[in-house]
């Protein structure tokens, strides 16, 4: 099966909706897209696009904690067809699964803070703190 990955920026129209059991999270907001077209001086926008975005787990408890309606970000992910019945119709919505969400730096600043997640025993280090990154061989000159 092939998958179709696509990357979308726009500015979150809804707050995050998140819910959560146990040992599963899943966040879900809507984002809108408008391109802007330069006519003389001025700025018209165009047609808005609105793109339901899902996540899960990890990237859906970060989504919650990090973002608001109106914020500009990106998101990257696999595009699906969601599928459900209700009352006897067959009802169905594009969404992204994202795989990634980030600010648009293009349109702002934003600070970063790395979270320290649980490690299980047998992947510990005990030479190397969770704050620090491993140098990437295909960055190095």
């Given amino acids: 099966?092939?998958?179709?990955?696509?990357?979308?920026?726009?500015?979150?129209?809804t707050d995050v909706e998140h819910r959560a059991t146990d040992?599963?999270?899943?966040?879900?907001?809507?984002?809108?897209?408008?391109?802007?077209?330069?006519?003389?001086?001025?700025?018209?926008?165009?047609?808005?696009?609105?793109?339901?975005?899902?996540?899960?787990?990890?990237?859906?408890?970060?989504?919650?904690?990090?973002?608001?309606?109106?914020?500009?970000?990106?998101?990257?992910?696999?595009?699906?067809?969601?599928?459900?019945?209700?009352e006897g119709t067959k009802h169905e919505r594009m969404v992204i699964e994202a795989s990634s969400i980030g600010h648009d730096l293009s349109r702002g600043t934003t600070a970063f803070t790395r979270i320290a997640w649980a490690r299980q025993p047998e992947e510990a280090d005990p030479g190397r703190d969770d704050g620090d990154v491993e140098p990437s061989s295909e960055l190095a000159g």
Avoid: Q
């Avoid at 879900?28 to 391109?35: D, G, I, Y």
């Fill in 1 to 13: 099966m092939m998958d179709a990955y696509i990357t979308v920026s726009g500015n979150l129209g």
């Fill in 23 to 86: 040992n599963y999270s899943r966040a879900s907001f809507r984002l809108a897209s408008t391109p802007r077209i330069r006519r003389g001086d001025d700025w018209i926008d165009g047609h808005t696009t609105w793109v339901n975005i899902e996540c899960t787990n990890r990237l859906a408890d970060n989504a919650r904690d990090s973002l608001a309606k109106g914020d500009p970000v990106v998101v990257f992910g696999r595009l699906r067809t969601k599928v459900w019945e209700s």
